[in-house]
Structure formats: C-alpha cells, structure tokens
C-alpha cells in the first residue's frame, strides 16, 4: 500500500488531455513539493515535472503539474503514442522522514 | 552528460549476501548525494536508501534498515549497495539515481536514474 494513492490506470484518444491524480495527506503532498517521473515500458524512470510545476530542460511542454492542498496531479494535453507509459508522483513525506512515491498511473492511449 | 550504470545483479539465495555498484559519470559526483531506489516485478517505485555526497550520512527505509549498507568512493566515482540476509521480497531491479543536492531533505528529488540492476532471490 502506497503513501501516495494513484488511479492504477487512465486512458484517452490520441490528441486529447489525460490528467492523472495523486492524494496524499498533510505529512506529505500537503506540506511538500512533487515530483512526478515517467516510465517508459522497460526503461528507467525520466523526471518529468519537480517542484509541484516545474517542466525541467528537455520535457516536452505538453506536460503540466499543479497542486491543491494534498492532492497533486500531472496533465499531458495533446495525447501521443509515445506518451504510453507508467507516470509515478513522489513527495517527501514529514511522518516517515524520506521520500515516497504513488503506486503509478499506466496512460494508455486509444 | 550524466551516466549511472549499476553492476552486480544477478540470482542469488534467500539469507545470502550480494553487493551492488553504480559508477558515476559526467558530474561532479562528490558533490551530490545518491539514492538507490528499487522496482519490484510489476510493480511501483520504492525508496531504500541515500547517501550524503561526502558519505557522512546515511538514510534508510524501515524495509530494509539493519540489512541494507549504502556506502560510496569519491576517489573512484562510485556507490555501493550491500544487501544480506537476502529475502524472496528484495527481488526487484535496483536503480542508483542522483539527487539534485548533496543532502537528504525535504527538497529532494532525482534528476537523473541509472538502467538498473536485477537481483533476484530464490531457492
């Protein structure tokens, strides 16, 4: 059971937004900023967005994260094949004193 | 440009030893403290542990604090792993990842993850 609860998996057309939620509590999200990775099948993760809403050099700008209280999701507008993969968010978290990710979101694009 | 390459993995017993590397390159790797964070089969990312950048300090999760030694060479741009007394629920692919800072703090994140190394315990 993941500090961090994320929906296991969300689909959507190629071309449209998909927006994958992340909840936590006070101890975490609520008093920390995210991070958010990208896994591609086989692959390491890639940082996609850090600092609730911070793009790093090199992402594509059709990702997006924001954050509300204690919950945090990540937005991929103008959907594409190659954006099928497993999305974590990651946060510290106050409790445990470490990190700790989401159980992950799979995109699937239709 | 950042490379992490972990060595190491491989089949190994329940209740054995097994030590993992991670050679650094293309950064300043004294500087900047390192996680090993592992991915069981199928299933989602979990932290196991950090290390300050001048090895100072260690941090660990509860799942694997007395078992698990995380330890570093700047001279030689390395990080280790030790793992003993191996379980069935250590089998995972073991990433090395680098933190954007050299200490553990609320602010972390990784910003660069090596290919991983596969340990897998069985009788």
């Known amino acids: 059971q993941s500090v961090l609860t994320q929906p296991p998996s969300v689909s959507e057309a190629p071309r449209q937004r998909v927006t994958i939620s992340c909840s936590g509590s006070?101890?975490?999200?609520?008093?920390?900023?995210v991070i958010w990775y990208q896994q591609l099948p086989g692959k390491a993760p890639k940082l996609l967005i850090y600092y609730d809403d911070l793009v790093p050099s090199g992402v594509s700008d059709r990702f997006s994260g924001s954050k509300s209280g204690t919950s945090a999701s990540l937005a991929i507008s103008g959907l594409q094949s190659e954006d099928e993969a497993d999305y974590y968010c990651?946060?510290?978290?106050?409790?445990?004193?470490?990190?700790?990710f989401g159980g992950g979101t799979k995109v699937t694009v239709l | 440009q950042v490379h992490l390459v972990e060595s190491g993995g491989g089949v190994v017993q329940p209740g054995e030893s097994r030590r993992l590397s991670c050679a650094a390159s293309?950064?300043?790797?004294?500087?900047?403290?390192i996680h090993w964070v592992r991915q069981a089969p199928g299933k989602g990312l979990d932290w196991m542990a950090f290390?300050?950048?001048?090895?100072?300090?260690?941090y660990y999760a509860d799942s694997v604090k007395g078992r698990f030694t995380i330890s570093r060479d700047n001279s030689k741009n390395t990080l280790y792993l030790q793992m003993n007394s191996l379980k069935a629920e250590d089998t995972a692919i073991y990433y090395c990842a680098k933190d954007r800072d050299g200490m553990f703090s609320s602010g972390w994140y990784v910003d660069h993850w090596g290919q991983g190394a596969l340990v897998t315990v069985t009788s």
């Open positions: 990651a946060t510290w978290d106050d409790t445990l004193s470490g990190p700790v």
């Open positions: 290390i300050q950048y001048d090895g100072s300090n260690e």
């Open positions: 006070s101890s975490n999200i609520g008093n920390n900023p």
């Open positions: 293309g950064f300043n790797f004294g500087a900047y403290g």
